[in-house]
């Protein structure tokens, strides 16, 4: 089947579209060896001196203003492991992705590429970085996002095996895999500096976040509970410690094929159930949504961009809603 975008949403008024970046430090490096190396099309090899100061930590934040928002609280969107912003922006098959929606929605929209991805740079190894970068191949990615079993991949498209009722757009899985990008391991802290000082420029907000992301910004309501709203954490992987204070509200998204997925899912989940429990005996209001059990069946990893993604989208907006959000 081939890879069509559905039609044009509704226009949206903005009042600005701009970017920044976020946090970062510098680092200097001496004692490296000058080469010579032609830096152009056609040009004659130059010095090249990578002695000096380097940035790293940074992260990068593009901002969508409306002109006339319907809700004060902004929505920063956060991407997960191995990904950028850019799956916000756009569905796989090139429909209008949850970036739209929540601006059509009201909110004034900010989507970053986490430290170390995308516009966000990356820093070299082993100089800067202690060690060279993770790259998903599409046979992982197949069984990891959930969207069909364990031996399931095949370098041919239509060898290939999807969860019945899959509902990611299985057609579009090869251009979707062109959005990956490398990813290390061990920069935990980093990205959460940077996720912390989007937080404190932006005053009070709501996260939604996804995977690795999800994580994170269970991390950061701990740290800023006055300034983090609301946490909407579609499919966590990774939790910060359990705590005692009492949290902002989330609300936990889960989608189908756990039964029959890689193992890996089982830890992960697993962690998510737990933190949520010590954060309700703390207190907080914790709220889960599993799809298959509310009747929205065949979700793969990335929720938001399978095709019954508003479905799920409007169940998002009417908890936000309740809560004043």
């Not at 929205?296 to 508003?310: A, E, T, W």
Request: contains cysteine.
């Amino acid at each position: 089947m081939p890879c069509t975008a559905p039609p044009a949403a509704e226009s949206v008024a903005l009042r600005s579209v701009h970017s920044f970046h976020v946090g970062g430090h510098c680092r200097t490096l001496k004692g490296l060896p000058v080469s010579e190396r032609s830096m152009v099309q056609g040009g004659a090899p130059r010095r090249v001196d990578p002695n000096g100061d380097y940035v790293l930590g940074q992260m990068y934040v593009q901002a969508f203003r409306l002109a006339r928002p319907r809700v004060a609280l902004p929505v920063l969107l956060w991407h997960g492991g191995g990904m950028t912003g850019s799956h916000w922006e756009s569905s796989p098959c090139g429909g209008e992705g949850w970036l739209w929606r929540f601006l059509s929605a009201g909110y004034d929209t900010l989507v970053s590429d986490a430290v170390e991805r995308g516009r966000s740079s990356w820093a070299m190894y082993p100089q800067l970085y202690a060690e060279a970068p993770f790259f998903r191949t599409k046979n992982e990615a197949w069984e990891m996002f959930r969207i069909g079993p364990v031996g399931g991949y095949a370098s041919d498209p239509g060898q290939r095996i999807a969860f019945d009722g899959q509902q990611f757009p299985v057609e579009c899985f090869d251009n979707f895999a062109k959005q990956w990008v490398p990813r290390w391991a061990g920069h935990d802290g980093m990205a959460l500096d940077a996720y912390g000082a989007l937080v404190e420029r932006t005053g009070p907000c709501v996260i939604v976040a996804h995977s690795q992301g999800a994580g994170y910004a269970a991390a950061i309501a701990q740290r800023y509970p006055d300034m983090v709203r609301a946490v909407v954490a579609i499919e966590p992987g990774g939790m910060p410690t359990r705590t005692r204070q009492r949290l902002p509200p989330h609300l936990f998204i889960w989608g189908d094929f756990f039964d029959t997925s890689h193992l890996a899912w089982s830890g992960y989940r697993g962690l998510a159930d737990g933190y949520a429990a010590a954060a309700r005996f703390a207190g907080s209001r914790i709220d889960v949504l599993d799809l298959p059990r509310a009747g929205i069946h065949g979700n793969s990893h990335f929720v938001m961009l399978d095709r019954n993604n508003d479905a799920v989208f409007h169940r998002v907006i009417a908890w936000l809603h309740a809560l004043g959000c």
